[in-house]
């Protein structure tokens, strides 16, 4: 383990915040349209192990940094803020549940957005103390919406397989290294506390379900969607959080997900700041 990850919560917030402070762009790099081809140029060439090696590092490597530079064919542009979540005190659940003060989200597109759709999804990094950090990923669909308002939606790690053919494709990417790519595991949410040490007698969770705050409402014709992020102001309600123990079952309020910053537009944040993609294997 690393010397980083031997660090505090709180130094390590400290420590990625600032550079993520320090890279903000001046000017909104531009989508290119592009950014997903180098991806679907190796899955036409049938080379498995790249497309394994490839994916392995998304769903295997515990670190909050990329480990070399790649192209970030999906998401490549976003925004991060710092968060904490506020648990309602009214549940059983464990591990960050119980509350957390150190944490990162990245809000940004899947591709680019084209003129009658977007595809919103929410990277989420808690860091604990001592331990390597926890992260999970949220979408409201893998097809996107047509309304360019990206918090219309409530977000949550189970989504339908896409009837699109490129969104297919990539799916059949994750399924190299997932049983089931339309799926995100969060149960290890609630295996650890914020302290770094593990719950002997952790309640779970299969299905998380976030909620946007009600003051979260924004343009739905085309736009830029990250100017919108770095409107919302520090101190936001950004999301209510409910979990299901199955997958069909109900909705438990576990709280809420609260900015402690304004969102920030970085290069650090775009290209090397990692949030791994937590595989689901369960049978």
Known sequence: MSIYEKKTASKKEEHLWDQIKNTEYKELPEWTGFEI??????????????????????????????????????????????????????????????????????????????ENNIVPGAAFKFLLDNVPSINFMVMASLEGQSSFNFFEHSFSNIVELPQNRVLQMLAKAFSTVSK??????????????PNGTKVM????????????GKQLSFNEKAHETRDDFRDIPAESILYEVYACELETSDEILLGKIVTKDKFI???FGDANLFFRHQRFDLN
Do not use: Q, W
């Open 37 to 114: 081809i180098p991806l679907l140029a190796r899955m036409v060439i049938p080379i498995k192990s790249i497309i394994r090696r490839y994916m392995k590092v998304t769903v295997e490597l515990e670190s909050d940094y990329f480990p070399e530079k790649r192209d970030k064919v999906i998401h490549t542009y976003g925004a991060v803020c710092k968060i904490k979540f506020i648990s309602n005190d009214n549940h059983s659940f464990t591990g960050i549940f119980t509350g957390i003060d150190h944490g990162l989200v990245r809000l940004s597109l899947a591709k680019k957005p084209d």
């Open 201 to 212: 007698m952790p309640k779970t969770a299969l299905k998380l379900n976030l909620v946007p």
């Open 265 to 267: 537009c970085s290069e």
């Open 180 to 193: 089931d790519p339309t799926k995100v595991d969060v149960s290890n949410l609630f295996k650890i506390m």
